[in-house]
T-cell receptor, first 111, second 115 residues
Framework: KQEVTQIPAALSVPEGENLVLNCSFT??????LQWFRQDPGKGLTSLLL?????REQTSGRLNASLDKSSGRSTLYIAASQPGDSATYLC??????????FGGGTRLMVKP | DADVTQTPRNRITKTGKRIMLECSQT?????MYWYRQDPGLGLRLIYY???????NKGEISDGYSVSRQAQAKFSLSLESAIPNQTALYFC??????????????FGPGTRLTVL
């Protein structure tokens, strides 16, 4: 059974810092990997989708990397802003298009 | 208009009541999914449907049932709600292209509180 772990569970940083969120998964036989943002009590906003043949994706200040062999993905946020405060969820696509989610990293960026 | 809609968006009910959450999509996707999210946790799969005649249990199906009324509609029912079913519920859809993993698209969620 696939298990997805996100470390740290919570993170507080001052505005302007570059930061890295980590995601690890136990079964490397994944297909895609996706990062989501979730504001408190709200829905999911897709940030980046990395296909299995890719090693990274970039969107603005966000960069996500994927290393299937080591079972890891990282989400890099450059020059963090208070508006980046949210929970970030990592999810992996397994056989049959089934998604397994991590528990999320709750990010607070202080002005 | 949103591609994946969920109704109601918020619901408060009492223990023992029957509740139905509805999901509709205009994306023309064959596959639909129901997830629940508990505070501080990721989403867990309740049921999924690959087409109107194909419904499957997910990781946490006990206490839930589903109905796929049409390609565009997938409903989740709690036959007799209990307090530990208080959660945020999400519906999702995906296309199917042979051999590929296809992105799931999520609805806005339904917040359910069982008193």
């Amino acid at each position: 059974k696939q298990e997805v772990t996100q470390i740290p569970a919570a993170l507080s940083v001052p505005e302007g810092e570059n930061l890295v969120l980590n995601c690890s998964f136990t079964d490397s036989a994944i297909y895609n990997l996706q990062w989501f943002r979730q504001d408190p009590g709200k829905g999911l906003t897709s940030l980046l989708l990395i296909q299995s043949s890719q090693r990274e994706q970039t969107s603005g200040r966000l960069n996500a990397s994927l290393d299937k062999s080591s079972g890891r993905s990282t989400l890099y946020i450059a020059a963090s802003q208070p508006g980046d405060s949210a929970t970030y969820l990592c999810a992996v696509y397994n056989a049959g298009n089934m998604l397994t989610f991590g528990g999320g990293t709750r990010l607070m960026v202080k002005p | 208009d949103a591609d994946v809609t969920q109704t109601p968006r918020n619901r408060i009910t009492k223990t023992g009541k029957r509740i139905m959450l509805e999901c509709s999509q205009t994306k023309g996707h064959d596959r639909m999914y129901w997830y629940r999210q508990d505070p501080g946790l990721g989403l867990r799969l309740i049921y999924y449907s690959f087409d109107v005649k194909d419904i499957n249990k997910g990781e946490i199906s006990d206490g839930y049932s589903v109905s796929r009324q049409a390609q565009a509609k997938f409903s989740l029912s709690l036959e007799s709600a209990i307090p530990n079913q208080t959660a945020l519920y999400f519906c999702a859809t995906s296309d199917v292209i042979a051999g590929n993993m296809n992105e799931q698209f999520f609805g806005p969620g339904t917040r359910l509180t069982v008193l």
